[in-house]
């Protein structure tokens, strides 16, 4: 009996069986409504189909291994030891189905053709695609919070008691093998932007200090996506033109930055790279780099921000002060650096108690100068690096009280740079399956050597076919 038929008398019995014995409780016949009819019907129903769906899929993998059994592929080549179980969690639910243990009497491999054949992995408990939802949604969210929504997709839909714990989601993430590669382009531009700016986060196992996450914002430009006048200090809004994100606690930064500028763009043509960020000795010391010097005529600029430029007076006069805070901004925006310092000075010895504050911004603003007066007079320089920082990191890593041990951070840093890059990590999670080496019995090397490939391809071709083979 092929597969077809196998599967038509399976579903037969199933379904008549449930729709019976269901309808015949149903005490039509008194014509009164009630709703445990409704009720017993819908929660029955998803039980029937929690249990349809795994029988289907313990039948279609327990058919794969029958279907190699009887092979004369098999019979030829490979001796069964015995039928062993295993169960694996999948998004319809837990199946537990047998498969027998070959053991192929040429080269001594020792295989389970089911698992090789659909390249499980091995000793897991979730299938890949539970472990693709759990990776993807921890991108975007806690460990705990991503095994609880995966874990309500999981089989039944009414009455589902599955957990999976922060731990089995974490050990997934740690298991993913992600490779970030930067594909090849060769877009011509001639103006590049590069925010930078930097989180901590908090650690575990490194003597209480926290770890510092460098980030850079690489885009191309802004576009208007539209104008807001409905409070009289309310900005217009602009949107960054495709832009990559760069991220390192190992003082990669420089390195991933220079490959994505390297691999992306046409360097010859690049003519000018803007930096922007809040003046940090590695942010400075940053575009100093002679690896941005892609060609002679590339010109390297660094500004000042306007949102620490701004923290920074605020710091500086606080709120009480808003005359003293227009003033300084306006000589800042004029240009006039002595007439800054000296009120800087006069406001200093009339706020005695707050000398180390106003001192520190005071230089702070003074020690950048040139770097914000090359900001606020560049209108094509719009940096928005602080808003990036709390939406890429802060949202997952410090807005609840959390600490990290460096190979975790290092793991989940990665799989947040694909989320905020817009890869697809599911896509990304299955290419290590397809990458891995399939120690199938099928490989070349048995092929050539037992000149088989006939019985292999009928073996490939026709798995879905009957056992004559």
């Known amino acids: 009996m092929d597969i077809i038929s196998h599967f038509n008398k399976f579903v037969e019995e ?42 289907v899929i313990k039948f279609y993998f327990e058919y794969i291994d029958d279907v190699f059994f009887h092979s004369s592929y098999r019979k030829s080549f490979c001796e069964s030891k015995g039928f062993y179980n295993r169960t694996i969690l999948t998004l319809f639910g837990e199946i537990t189905f047998k498969r027998r243990y070959y053991l192929d009497k040429n080269f001594g491999d020792r295989f389970f053709f089911t698992d090789l054949f659909l390249n499980l ?20 969210t806690s460990y705990s919070k991503a095994g609880k929504i995966v874990a309500s997709k999981v089989g039944k839909r009414i009455n589902n008691s599955l957990s999976i714990g922060r731990a089995s989601t974490r050990n997934c993430v740690m298991q993913f093998n992600i490779n970030n590669t930067i594909p090849e382009h060769n877009k011509r531009i001639e103006r590049l932007y590069v925010m930078l700016d930097e ?48 991220a390192s606690i190992e003082n990669k930064l420089l390195s991933d930055t220079i490959d994505y500028i390297y691999n992306t763009y046409d360097i010859d043509h690049i003519k ?44 500086l006069t606080t709120n009480k002060y808003d005359d003293v805070y227009a003033a300084l901004y306006e000589y800042v925006l004029l240009n006039k650096k002595d007439e800054f310092t000296r009120l800087c000075n006069e406001f200093l010895e009339l706020n005695l108690e707050r000398s180390e504050v106003i001192e520190s911004k005071r230089d702070y603003i003074l020690n950048n100068w040139n770097e914000r007066q090359l900001y606020q007079n560049s209108p094509h320089m719009k940096c928005s690096m602080e808003s990036h920082i709390s939406h890429i990191f802060a949202d997952i890593f410090t807005s609840r009280p959390k600490s990290y041990s460096k190979k975790g951070i290092i793991q989940l840093l990665k799989l947040r740079l694909l989320k905020i890059n817009k890869k697809d990590i599911k896509e990304e999670y299955f290419k290590q399956f397809k990458l891995r080496e399939n120690r199938c019995i099928c490989k070349k090397e048995i092929i050539k050597n037992n ?10 071709f026709r798995i879905f076919g009957n056992y004559t083979i």
């Open 121 to 140: 992995p091995k000793r897991k408990y979730f299938d890949p695609f539970v472990c693709a939802e759990l990776c993807n949604l921890s991108a975007s």
């Open 199 to 246: 989180k901590f986060v908090g650690s575990q196992f490194n003597d209480g200090k926290d770890h510092m996450i460098k980030a850079a914002v690489i885009f191309e430009g802004t576009e208007l996506v539209y104008k807001t006048r409905r409070k009289k200090d309310s900005m217009n809004r602009f949107r960054l033109i495709n832009s990559y994100t760069c």
């Open 451 to 460: 000149n088989n490939n006939i019985y292999l391809n009928k073996l490939i």
């Open 14 to 55: 199933n379904f008549y069986i449930f729709f019976k014995s269901f309808f015949d409780k149903g005490n039509f016949w008194y014509k009164k409504g009630n709703i445990d009819n409704y009720i017993s019907f819908m929660t029955n129903l998803d039980s029937f189909n929690y249990s349809f769906l795994t029988n």
């Open 272 to 315: 000018e790279i803007n930096f922007m960020g809040d003046c940090a000795t590695w942010i400075k010391n940053f575009p100093k780099s002679n690896w941005f010097k892609f060609n002679p005529n590339t010109n390297i600029k660094f500004a000042m921000d306007g949102f620490h430029f701004s923290q920074a007076l605020c710091n």
